[in-house]
Nanobody
């Protein structure tokens, strides 16, 4: 079992910045995928950014050039640096981590989600 703890959400004025953090804990053998999703009221959940073990990143078109995803492999932590925030960025942000628990001889896949952290951007 892998647990995710998110932090960094809050209230910020338009044009401001926030950094979200998501730390994974448990008997982790490997992490293959880390990503951030968001869901605004009345809208579908969308993938904001993702990063692979090798550091390959992808971003939603709406956040390209403003958001940056990164990871600390030693600490099993993924970050989302959000700059030039807009009102449209207001949403609940959740991290998702996929990988394997256990050992090289006894591995089990995991797919864990954080509880979500509120980001509110005021005009």
């Amino acid at each position: 079992q892998v647990q995710l703890v998110e932090s960094g959400g809050g209230l910020v004025q338009a044009g401001g910045s926030l950094r979200l953090s998501c730390a994974a804990s448990g008997s982790i053998f490997s992490i293959n995928f880390m990503g951030w999703y968001r869901q605004a009221p009345g809208k579908q959940r969308e993938l904001v950014a993702r990063i692979t073990t090798g550091g390959i990143t992808n971003y939603a078109d709406s956040v390209k050039g403003r958001f940056t995803i990164s990871r600390d492999n030693a600490e099993n932590t993924v970050y989302l640096q959000m700059n030039s925030l807009k009102s449209d960025d207001t949403a609940v942000y959740s991290c998702n981590v996929k990988g394997f628990t256990g050992t090289v001889l006894s591995r089990r896949v995991f797919d864990s989600w954080g509880q979500g952290t509120q980001v509110t951007v005021s005009s």
